[in-house]
């Protein structure tokens, strides 16, 4: 039904607004009170009326595809519905759409094939009946015992829908099995009232599911009542019912991993992106689960990502589409190291290895507690396979207007060629400056090279003279004003010294941790002083935080 979303906001306060030609499923992410839910109800209230209010904030429109003629016919008697008995309607008009309005019998026609004209009409008596949005007050309650109702007219809630249907039955059926081992039944045995029941075993047949003999009786009464588990199989059972049944046009759901666990969220999203294949029907999600946008992704559908970020009162969006979403998803690093995760922060800090990431992210926890001026908030710690890959993380997230710091050990200086190249492009340092850049980096690592100095263990910049330690100041200087930052004293072991840890790489991080304590309350708890990785870590903050940093794509 959605065609195109045009938003008020794009990847820079003075850039174009953001477009999106809506693929089957967009999902909005970002970290906490970026505007996902904001721009969710939005997009509902558009379409229950056609218009942009002044409340708006994020949409600025909204346009639509039309009704093709070999589905108009149909279209229009599906959603024509008979007058109740006493109903009066007035000549020349239908009731029409589920909110049953009475209009004239053409209107109809005209509004389905040209949607963008009359956006009012078809919005108020088409698509708002066709609309569904569920979020975290609703989701619980979908799973509610349900009126039967008469069984002679059309179904007048879910329930009811899946009871008649028992193709839309059957696959509520297997998808549930498929998350929990057990059977979806509906039993009907409460004097007209619908209830669910989660069953060991499955009914021999539709007559023992739907029917009031002995046999079903016994049946239902040896399954559960889904009011009886726990609120994760209520939320996944309500939205999987709720969806296939309404059979919407435009499915909205905030946040739908609430209450699940990863394996049940990745396992949703997978299903609801896959029964958005439909060229016509549009999910629009916001979450903050990295399992549920792999589910959506691995559905087979069509997925746009979008990031939206809210900071200093200004709002931001980038468009993650689904060729970029697919090159991602491709290259083993990036999956390995849980880059999606990264969609739901602020701020990403990779460093080369498993034990710099826990390492750092160990200092930024002390600072957040003991200095959170100079802490990073909102921050997640990813570790690459080396300097060499680090570039591989920084340069898509940065892309997607994410402030991504790479770590270096000091001997990134002896990287020549395209290892040296590919980590100034992905912290986008203009291309003019790489070769000057890549000079004053050999000249340094050759003058360690002469003075025979390891430029890692021998104390780093340190070990040099005092007019090339300026030049190397220099360099690292520049390098940090684009988010590079490098280890002068030369690798991460030789942070925090005072403390004496001497050991081999492969027990260092086990032995400073030692050191460094475990219980704030103790007097030899290391706490966040004004020098050394402490400075290190606030200066990596301080270009997180600016809003003129250099470095981020526009």
Not at 95 to 122: V, W
Not at 242 to 269: C, M, Q, R, W
Not at 291 to 312: D, E, H, K, W
Request: glycine share 6%.
């Amino acid at each position: 039904m959605i065609k195109k979303l045009k938003l008020k906001i794009g990847s820079h306060t003075e850039g174009e607004k953001l477009e999106i030609e809506t693929t089957p499923v967009t999902i909005f992410v970002g970290p906490n009170n970026s505007g996902k839910s904001k721009i969710l109800t939005e997009i509902q209230e558009f379409c229950k009326k056609g218009s942009v209010s002044s409340a708006f904030k994020l949409i600025d429109e909204i346009s639509f595809f039309p009704i093709e003629n070999e589905y108009l016919e149909n279209e229009i008697a599906a959603n024509t519905l008979e007058p109740e008995e006493n109903e009066h309607l007035r000549v020349g008009h239908i009731l029409f759409g589920k909110n049953r309005n009475q209009i004239p019998a053409t209107s109809p026609a005209q509004f389905l094939q040209t949607p963008n004209s009359r956006k009012d009409e078809f919005c108020v008596y088409y698509l708002s009946g066709k609309t569904l949005k569920l979020d975290a007050l609703n989701r619980i309650t979908l799973i509610k015992n349900k009126p039967l109702g008469d069984m002679q007219k059309n179904p007048t809630n879910e329930l009811a829908t899946l009871f008649q249907d028992d193709e839309k039955r059957l696959e509520v059926r297997r998808i549930i099995y498929d998350a929990f081992n057990l059977y979806f039944v509906i039993d009907p045995t409460n004097g007209g009232n619908l209830r669910i029941r989660l069953s060991k075993v499955a009914p021999e047949n539709h007559h023992e599911e739907r029917g009031l003999h002995k046999e079903s009786v016994d049946f239902h009464n040896s399954a559960v009542e889904i009011k009886d588990f726990s609120d994760g199989v209520k939320a996944f059972t309500g939205i999987i019912t709720s969806i296939i049944a309404g059979n919407p046009k435009v499915t909205i759901l905030d946040e739908p991993e609430a209450f699940l666990h990863p394996s049940l969220s990745y396992k949703l999203g997978r299903e609801i992106s896959y029964s958005a294949r439909n060229e016509y029907k549009r999910l629009f999600v916001s979450t903050h689960s990295a399992n549920f946008l792999m589910g959506c992704i691995q559905s087979g559908a069509m997925v746009n990502v979008v990031r939206l970020t809210y900071q200093n009162e200004i709002g931001t969006a980038r468009l993650l589409n689904n060729k970029k979403i697919e090159a991602l998803m491709r290259d083993p690093l990036l999956r390995s190291t849980g880059v999606l995760n990264a969609l739901f922060y602020k701020y990403i800090v990779v460093t080369e290895g498993d034990s710099d990431r826990a390492f750092y992210q160990e200092i930024n926890e002390r600072l957040i507690q003991f200095q959170p001026d100079n802490a990073i908030h909102d921050c997640l710690f990813l570790n690459a396979v080396g300097k060499d890959t680090i570039w591989k993380i920084v340069k898509p997230l940065r892309e997607m207007g994410i402030p991504t710091v790479g770590i270096y050990d000091i001997d990134i200086l002896k990287n020549e060629g395209s290892n040296w190249t590919n980590s100034l492009k992905a912290s986008f340092i203009p291309e003019i400056s790489h070769q000057p850049l890549g000079q004053t980096r050999s000249l340094i690592k050759n003058k360690f090279t002469a003075l025979k100095k390891d430029m890692k263990s021998d104390g780093g910049i340190e070990a040099l003279p005092d007019s090339e330690k300026e030049a190397a100041n220099n360099l690292f200087n520049q390098l940090e004003e684009y988010g590079f930052f490098t280890v002068r004293k030369g690798e991460v072991e030789h942070w925090l010294s005072n403390l004496g840890v001497k050991a081999h790489k492969s027990v260092w991080l086990s032995e400073i941790f030692l050191k460094m304590g475990s219980n704030p309350s103790s007097s030899s708890y290391v706490k966040p002083t004004n020098d050394d990785v402490w400075n290190f870590i606030e200066r990596i903050s301080k270009w997180m935080n600016n809003g003129e940093r250099k470095g981020i794509p526009k």
